[in-house]
Nanobody
Framework: QVQLVESGGGLVQTGGSLRLSCAAS????????MGWFRQAPEKEREFVAA????????RYADSVKGRFIVSRDNAKKTVYLQMNTLKFEDTAVYYC?????????????????WGQGTQVTVFS
């Protein structure tokens, strides 16, 4: 079965950086758009970033544009989210997701597979 396993979350001070990883198994990784979403306490899950199979087409939420970078290594079946200049409001559980699309999508309802999430907490 398909599994997406996130790692790399933790505690970080404002202005700091973290890199999240999401390892995929059970699917033909190259056929999937990969996305990152996040959910803060008492808020709905929201789109963060996504990229196509080759990584040359990316989409970002306005709130993270210029600070976060999404990338993938198809040989390792892993997608990454490099998070820089972290802010308190970036605190959330971060999820990776997969959908068998050609182009990256921001629509949460279109994603087929989800990981369990990894907690990111930003403190001042």
């Amino acid at each position: 079965q398909v599994q997406l396993v996130e790692s790399g979350g933790g505690l970080v001070q404002t202005g700091g950086s973290l890199r999240l990883s999401c390892a995929a198994s059970g699917l033909t990784f190259n056929n999937y758009v990969m996305g990152w979403f996040r959910q803060a306490p008492e808020k709905e899950r929201e789109f963060v970033a996504a990229l196509n199979w080759s990584g040359d087409i990316t989409r970002y939420a306005d709130s993270v544009k210029g600070r976060f970078i999404v990338s993938r290594d198809n040989a390792k079946k892993t997608v990454y989210l490099q998070m820089n200049t972290l802010k308190f409001e970036d605190t959330a559980v971060y999820y990776c997701a997969a959908v068998s699309f050609i182009l990256p999508t921001m629509k949460i309802e279109e994603y087929e597979y989800w990981g369990q999430g990894t907690q990111v907490t930003v403190f001042s």
